[in-house]
């Protein structure tokens, strides 16, 4: 029971703080990234075997997707993408690209929300867009789905980097 408990309220400590550490250079939210989301639930204790990752900055690799093609970015000299002189570099446009595509998510969309209206303000619509109308926790950006309520799914899932609709 108390571990029960424990997890309901991490969800919901999860839910209502994403942090600006979890938000990559490039734009991606790693709030809502499988890699991080399969650690926060210990999926690997479900059964389910997804890569843990507990995000770019906090790894000290500050763009998992870019930073090897980018110098600014090895040498910390921009936080986000966006103050780059590059800005939007080919590199950049070619990830969002296929996130627009596969994942329903835009790096070059979030960059622009977080200089235009402010961290904090792009942290709270994320949360808003991302929430699972279940439960209240974190819907992937990876394949739309809650891992704390569509477990069952996840388990048997073929694609698991995939929505249901493609």
């Known amino acids: 029971m108390y571990y029960l408990l424990n997890i309901r309220i991490s969800r919901c400590k999860m839910r209502k703080h994403y942090t600006e550490e979890l938000i990559a250079p490039c734009g991606m939210n790693c709030n809502i ?19 843990y990752c507990k995000g770019c ?33 080919e590199n950049l446009n070619h990830i969002d ?4 595509t596969f994942f329903q998510m835009s790096f070059l969309e ?11 303000k792009f942290l709270r619509k994320e949360e808003k867009k991302w929430g699972c109308p279940t439960c209240g926790g974190v819907l992937c950006c990876h394949n739309g789905l809650c891992f704390w309520c569509d477990r069952e799914t996840l388990k048997t899932k073929r694609k698991l980097y995939r929505w249901e609709n493609e």
Do not use: W
């Open 97 to 100: 690209s296929r996130y627009r």
């Open 110 to 120: 979030n960059l622009r929300d977080i200089k235009e209206y402010g961290m904090e």
């Open 33 to 51: 990234c499988s890699g991080y989301l399969a650690l926060k639930y210990k999926l690997k204790n479900t059964g389910i075997h997804i890569p």
């Open 57 to 89: 900055r906090p790894r000290d690799k500050q763009c998992a997707f870019l930073k090897k093609r980018c110098k600014r970015l090895q040498n910390k000299t921009v936080q986000f993408c966006y103050e780059c002189p590059k800005y939007p570099c």
